[in-house]
Nanobody
Framework: VQLQACGGGLVQAGGSLRLSCTASGRTFSSYVLGWFRQPPGKEREFVAAITWSGGSTYSADSVKGRFTISRDNAKNTVYLLMNSLNTEDTAVYYC??????????????????WGQGTQVTVSS
């Protein structure tokens, strides 16, 4: 399975970005998909996850109400819409796939495949 993340960039505080992650190589629809991020000098942290059907999502408290995860199985793509960005959201963002699931979770070592990361920089 290959995961290709894109959509990062430089944005001013208060702005928005939408990240995309496209999967290839195996059946996409059975995965739990997640987004993680690694701020500069810090450890990787969980952001959000979504079940294969899209019917259940789970987000970190730090992004609730600002970030929305969604998926389009027909396009093999998961999205992360990020609104009201602030400087603390600056990080490299990674998408990940858990081939077993079935529930959303924030445990990084249970995710089997990872994308290459896309940089998000929020300026003040």
């Amino acid at each position: 399975v290959q995961l290709q993340a894109c959509g990062g960039g430089l944005v001013q505080a208060g702005g928005s970005l939408r990240l995309s992650c496209t999967a290839s190589g195996r059946t996409f629809s059975s995965y739990v998909l997640g987004w993680f991020r690694q701020p500069p000098g810090k450890e990787r942290e969980f952001v959000a996850a979504i079940t294969w059907s899209g019917g259940s999502t789970y987000s970190a408290d730090s992004v609730k109400g600002r970030f929305t995860i969604s998926r389009d199985n027909a396009k093999n793509t998961v999205y992360l819409l990020m609104n009201s960005l602030n400087t603390e959201d600056t990080a490299v963002y990674y998408c990940a796939a858990d081939m077993i699931g079935p529930l959303c979770h924030s445990t990084s070592w249970l995710y089997d495949y990872w994308g290459q990361g896309t940089q998000v920089t929020v300026s003040s």
